[in-house]
């Protein structure tokens, strides 16, 4: 079976400064996708970054970056130039590729951007 | 373009009634997920539909939980009778039909309390 988790329940970070949240994963399968997703307060959850395990090349969506570690199965999340728009509940999530599209999901990290 | 929808928004309900569940995905997306939040812990699959067949139920808890989706529009998720445990956010997501990889939208959530 799958397994997400993510030990940072709460985070912090300054206006403006980078941030970097961390994600685990278990797994026997060798083609998945891996995901963060973002829950602002009140808001439905939006995906923010998408990785396929077979690209070895790190996903990045402007300000948005991972460190894919396949062997280590670590998925981590950086958020660099943090703003206060980014303050949300963020979820790691797993897919097998060869599934229907069902995402397993780890506890989620609340963070905070403090002006 | 609608997003995904679900009603109502909150819902507090005493032990032992009914409550319903409703999700309106976004047109044209054969795939629509139920996933269950409970507090403080992961986000957890209930189940996948296609179009009005329900392609994966190994997530619903128990049969006190019945989803339908009647003509492969919107969905509904019916909990009877209604124990405390079932407390939490209950996602709705859809996504199009394909072989690969479709984006997953969700819903904003509908946060139900048993009393």
């Known amino acids: 079976a799958q397994t997400v988790t993510q030990s940072q329940p709460e985070m912090s970070v300054q206006e403006a400064e980078t941030v970097t949240l961390s994600c685990t994963y278990d797994t026997s399968e060798n083609n998945y996708y891996l995901f963060w997703y973002k829950q602002p307060p009140s808001r439905q959850m939006i995906l923010v970054i998408r990785q396929e395990a077979y690209k070895q090349q790190n996903a990045t969506e402007n300000r948005f970056s991972v460190n894919f570690q396949k062997a280590a199965k670590s998925f981590s999340l950086k958020i660099s130039d943090s703003q206060l728009g980014d303050t949300a509940m963020y979820f790691c999530?797993?897919?097998?590729?060869?599934?229907?599209?069902?995402?397993?999901f780890g506890q989620g990290t609340t963070l905070q951007v403090k002006p | 373009e609608a997003g995904v929808t679900q009603f109502p928004s909150h819902s507090v309900i005493e032990k032992g009634q009914t409550v319903t569940l409703r999700c309106d995905p976004i047109s044209g997306h054969d795939n629509l997920y139920w996933y269950r939040r409970v507090m403080g812990k992961e986000i957890k699959f209930l189940l996948h539909?296609?179009?009005?067949?329900?392609?994966?139920e190994s997530g619903m808890p128990n049969n006190r939980f019945l989803a339908e989706r009647t003509g492969g529009t919107y969905s509904t998720l019916k909990v009877q009778p209604a124990e405390l445990e079932d407390s939490g956010v209950y996602f709705c997501?859809?996504?199009?039909?394909?072989?690969?990889?479709?984006?997953?939208?969700f819903g904003q959530g509908t946060r139900l309390t048993v009393v």
């Open positions: 997501a859809s996504s199009q039909p394909g072989t690969a990889y479709t984006e997953a939208f």
């Open positions: 539909f296609v179009k009005e067949s329900k392609q994966d």
């Open positions: 999530a797993f897919m097998i590729s060869s599934n229907t599209g069902k995402l397993i």
